[in-house]
Nanobody
Framework: QVQLVESGGGLVQAGGSLRLSCAASGRTSSSYAMGWFRQAPGKEREFVAAIRGSYSRYYSDSVKGRFSISRDNAKNTVYLQMNSLKPEDTAVYYC?????????????????WGQGTQVTISS
C-alpha cells in the first residue's frame, strides 16, 4: 500500500504561484509513476501532469509552460510548481501513484490517491 498526502494549496491572485507537494509513504519507490489531477466543482477529474522515473514528464495542454512536475526520491515527495495561475486553475488538486503506468492521462489508471488540496485563484 502507498499513502499519499498533498499540501501547499491555498488562495492566490491570478498571475501568482503555488507549489504543491505530495508526500508518499508505505511501499514507495522511485519506480512509481506519479500524477497530478484536478477537479473543479461540477466537472470531471482532469489530468494535469505526470512524471515517470526522474525525467519523463507529461503535461496537459492547459498547463504546459506554466506548471512543472518534479520529484525528490530521497524524500519520497513529488512537487507541482504552478506559475502564472489563472482563475480557471481553481480546483481540488489530487496526487496519484501507480507502479506500472499505462496511460498517464487516464485517472482510472492510477492505483493510489491522496485526499486532495484546494487551490483557489482569484481574479
Amino acid at each position: 500500500q502507498v499513502q499519499l498526502v498533498e499540501s501547499g494549496g491555498g488562495l492566490v491572485q491570478a498571475g501568482g504561484s503555488l507549489r504543491l507537494s505530495c508526500a508518499a509513504s508505505g511501499r514507495t519507490s522511485s519506480s512509481y509513476a506519479m500524477g497530478w489531477f484536478r477537479q473543479a466543482p461540477g466537472k470531471e477529474r482532469e489530468f494535469v501532469a505526470a512524471i515517470r522515473g526522474s525525467y519523463s514528464r507529461y503535461y496537459s495542454d492547459s498547463v504546459k509552460g506554466r506548471f512543472s512536475i518534479s520529484r525528490d526520491n530521497a524524500k519520497n515527495t513529488v512537487y507541482l510548481q504552478m506559475n502564472s495561475l489563472k482563475p480557471e486553475d481553481t480546483a481540488v488538486y489530487y496526487c496519484a501513484a501507480v507502479l506500472r503506468l499505462v496511460d498517464y492521462s487516464d485517472y482510472t489508471a492510477y492505483d493510489y490517491w491522496g485526499q486532495g488540496t484546494q487551490v483557489t485563484i482569484s481574479s
